[in-house]
């Protein structure tokens, strides 16, 4: 019989865990982690400077994708059909980059 897949933990389960890691309540460590939303808030923000790191963690990036114009009589890859492609509007991505020492705990 193979085993029961294992669930990410809850963001109760997070709270709980934390909280009698470091000893603080679980109020104190949820208001924690909504300042660091807030921050994360504030650095990928118009205003903010467009990246932040969680050190040892990750980076968090926001790249800006340009507007593309519509395309007329395109050639589709997959079924060499000539098509129309319609314009689309310039779109903020976000992306996310795991650092070296998260890697490195994925592969112990």
Do not use: H
């Not at 085993?3 to 009698?20: F, G, N």
């Not at 990928?44 to 790249?63: D, H, M, Q, S, V």
């Amino acid at each position: 019989m193979a085993k029961a897949a294992k669930k990410a933990p809850t963001k109760t389960e997070i709270l709980q865990s934390i909280a009698a890691t470091t000893d603080l309540t679980k109020k104190q460590v949820a208001a924690v982690l909504e300042a660091l939303t807030e921050e994360i808030r504030k650095s990928l923000g118009n205003r903010g400077a467009g990246a932040f790191t969680l050190p040892g963690l990750l980076k968090i990036e926001k790249k800006k994708v340009p507007a593309r114009p519509a395309q007329k009589g395109v050639k589709n890859p997959f079924t060499g059909e000539l098509q129309d492609r319609p314009a689309k509007p310039a779109y903020n991505k976000v992306k996310v980059r795991a650092l070296r020492s998260l890697k490195d705990m994925v592969q112990k």
